[in-house]
C-alpha cells in the first residue's frame, strides 16, 4: 500500500470512529509514520470527509507545542464539539477525557496565504480581535488512548475531544498582560482548585500564532473571520467521568464552566 494510501486508509477508519462507529485498535497500524508528512496526510483527509473546514465558516484549531525549539503541531477541530460557555458535552460521550485550560485566539478578517506573504512576522498579531479562556477535552479514538503511537493520535486530531469558549476580550484589552506572570486553574466538582503561574510551555500564546496561520492556509487555503485557534495547555486536568463539572480560570480574563 503506497503511503497515500495509507493515509487515506487511516482517515476513513478515524473518521467512522468519530461518527461514533467503535474504537480503533492501534496494533493494528505500524508503530511508526512511514513518512513525516503521513499523519497530517491523514488529518486533512479526515477533515474533508467529515466536512470541518467548510470554505466561507469560521474554523476551529489547535495548535501548540511542548517548547520554541520544538516543533510546533496544528489540527483542524470538529465544529460540532466547540460550545460556548457553560457548556454540557454529556451527549458526545468521550473516551477517558482530560480537560486542558487554555487561551483561544480569535481572527478578526480573513487570511490566505498570498496576505500571509507581504505580511511582516510582527504584524501577525494584529490579526487578532479577541483572545478568552478556553477549555479543551481531550479524548481518543484509538482504543489504546494516549498509550497509542504519536503519529496515529496526531491523525486523530491530536486526541481532541471538543472545545468550550469563554466571554470575549479585546485583543487591545489584553496588551498589558505579563503572560510569564499569569495564574490559571482548574477545579473539578467541589475539589480544591488546582492552580499554575506562567506555565505555558510557549512562554506566550500568540507566539506560535504565525505558525498556525502558514499552516492552516497553506495549498491554497483560506482562514475566514471568526476563526479560533487554541494556543496550548498551562494546565493540564486527566481522569475526568461523566458527570464531572469543571471551572477554568485565568486571572484577569474570567473563568468558564462545562460539564463532561
Same mark, same amino acid.
Given at each position: 500500500?503506497?503511503?497515500?494510501d495509507?493515509?487515506?486508509?487511516?482517515a476513513?477508519q478515524? @473518521?467512522?470512529?468519530w461518527?461514533?462507529?467503535?474504537?480503533l485498535?492501534?496494533?493494528?497500524?505500524p508503530?511508526? =509514520?512511514?513518512?513525516s508528512l503521513?499523519?497530517?496526510?491523514a488529518l486533512? &483527509?479526515?477533515?474533508?470527509q467529515?466536512?470541518?473546514?467548510?470554505?466561507? =465558516?469560521? #474554523?476551529?484549531?489547535?495548535?501548540?507545542?511542548?517548547?520554541?525549539q &520544538?516543533?510546533?503541531?496544528h &489540527?483542524?477541530?470538529?465544529?460540532?464539539?466547540?460550545?460556548?460557555?457553560?457548556?454540557?458535552? *454529556?451527549?458526545?460521550?468521550?473516551?477517558?477525557?482530560?480537560v486542558?485550560?487554555?487561551?483561544a485566539?480569535?481572527?478578526?478578517?480573513?487570511v490566505?496565504?498570498?496576505s500571509l506573504?507581504?505580511?511582516?512576522? #510582527?504584524?501577525a498579531?494584529?490579526?487578532?480581535?479577541?483572545?478568552c479562556? @478556553? &477549555?479543551e477535552l481531550?479524548?481518543?479514538?484509538?482504543?489504546q488512548? #494516549?498509550?497509542?503511537?504519536?503519529w496515529?493520535?496526531?491523525a486523530? =486530531?491530536? *486526541?481532541?475531544?471538543?472545545?468550550?469558549?469563554?466571554?470575549?476580550?479585546?485583543?487591545?484589552?489584553c =496588551?498589558?498582560i505579563?503572560? %510569564? #506572570?499569569?495564574?490559571?486553574s482548574?477545579?473539578?466538582?467541589?475539589?480544591?482548585?488546582?492552580?499554575?503561574?506562567? %506555565?505555558?510551555?510557549l512562554?506566550?500564546?500568540f507566539?506560535g500564532?504565525?505558525?498556525?496561520l502558514?499552516?492552516?492556509?497553506?495549498?491554497?487555503? %483560506?482562514?475566514? @473571520?471568526g *476563526?479560533?485557534?487554541?494556543?496550548?495547555?498551562?494546565?493540564?486536568? %486527566?481522569?475526568?467521568v461523566?458527570?464531572?463539572?469543571?471551572c477554568?480560570?485565568?486571572d484577569?480574563?474570567g473563568?468558564?464552566k462545562?460539564?463532561?
Amino acid at each position: 500500500m503506497s503511503h497515500h494510501d495509507l493515509a487515506q486508509d487511516l482517515a476513513s477508519q478515524l @473518521a467512522r470512529a468519530w461518527r461514533g462507529e467503535g474504537l480503533l485498535d492501534a496494533q493494528a497500524w505500524p508503530a511508526e =509514520a512511514p513518512d513525516s508528512l503521513c499523519a497530517d496526510r491523514a488529518l486533512a &483527509a479526515l477533515a474533508e470527509q467529515l466536512n470541518w473546514q467548510p470554505a466561507t =465558516a469560521p #474554523q476551529f484549531w489547535k495548535s501548540g507545542g511542548p517548547s520554541r525549539q &520544538a516543533d510546533l503541531s496544528h &489540527a483542524p477541530l470538529a465544529p460540532f464539539g466547540v460550545r460556548i460557555a457553560p457548556a454540557d458535552f *454529556s451527549d458526545l460521550r468521550l473516551q477517558r477525557p482530560g480537560v486542558e485550560a487554555e487561551i483561544a485566539l480569535r481572527l478578526g478578517q480573513s487570511v490566505d496565504a498570498e496576505s500571509l506573504a507581504r505580511m511582516k512576522p #510582527q504584524a501577525a498579531a494584529e490579526l487578532v480581535d479577541g483572545v478568552c479562556v @478556553a &477549555a479543551e477535552l481531550v479524548s481518543s479514538r484509538w482504543q489504546q488512548g #494516549q498509550a497509542a503511537p504519536a503519529w496515529l493520535r496526531h491523525a486523530d =486530531a491530536l *486526541s481532541h475531544g471538543a472545545l468550550a469558549l469563554g466571554e470575549w476580550h479585546s485583543r487591545q484589552s489584553c =496588551a498589558a498582560i505579563d503572560w %510569564s #506572570q499569569q495564574t490559571c486553574s482548574i477545579q473539578r466538582n467541589g475539589e480544591p482548585p488546582r492552580s499554575a503561574r506562567g %506555565s505555558h510551555s510557549l512562554g506566550d500564546p500568540f507566539w506560535g500564532l504565525l505558525g498556525w496561520l502558514r499552516h492552516a492556509t497553506r495549498e491554497g487555503r %483560506s482562514l475566514a @473571520a471568526g *476563526s479560533v485557534v487554541t494556543t496550548g495547555a498551562w494546565l493540564v486536568l %486527566s481522569d475526568l467521568v461523566a458527570g464531572d463539572q469543571i471551572c477554568v480560570g485565568f486571572d484577569g480574563l474570567g473563568e468558564l464552566k462545562l460539564c463532561v
